[in-house]
């Protein structure tokens, strides 16, 4: 099954995920990090490439 895990740990709260694919990320208000919006995430390109621009890469796409 799709995945997306997100450390949260690594995450520096940038949003660069969420402007790039605003339907998949969100920023959690509690701990200003990023999140999924679903737990069952469509994989699109917009989501590799929300995964490759993160300056953390601390977003893991499995497929
Ligand atoms: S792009 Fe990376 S560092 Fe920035 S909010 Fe998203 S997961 Fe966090």
């Known amino acids: 099954m799709a995945e997306i895990i997100i450390d949260t740990y690594?995450?520096?709260g940038c949003e660069?995920?969420?402007?790039?694919?605003p339907?998949?990320?969100?920023?959690?208000e509690a701990t200003e990090r990023a999140?999924?919006?679903t737990t069952s995430p469509v994989i699109?390109?917009?989501?590799?490439?929300?995964?490759?621009?993160c300056p953390e890469k601390?977003?893991?796409?499995i497929e």
């Not at 660069?16 to 694919?21: F, H, I, L, N």
């Not at 699109?44 to 621009?53: G, K, S, Y």
């Not at 601390?58 to 796409?61: L, P, R």
């Open 16 to 21: 660069t995920c969420v402007e790039m694919c």
């Open 44 to 53: 699109t390109d917009a989501v590799h490439q929300a995964a490759a621009f």
């Open 23 to 28: 339907d998949i990320f969100r920023i959690d």
């Open 35 to 37: 999140a999924l919006i």
């Open 58 to 61: 601390c977003i893991e796409v």
């Open 10 to 12: 690594q995450c520096s």
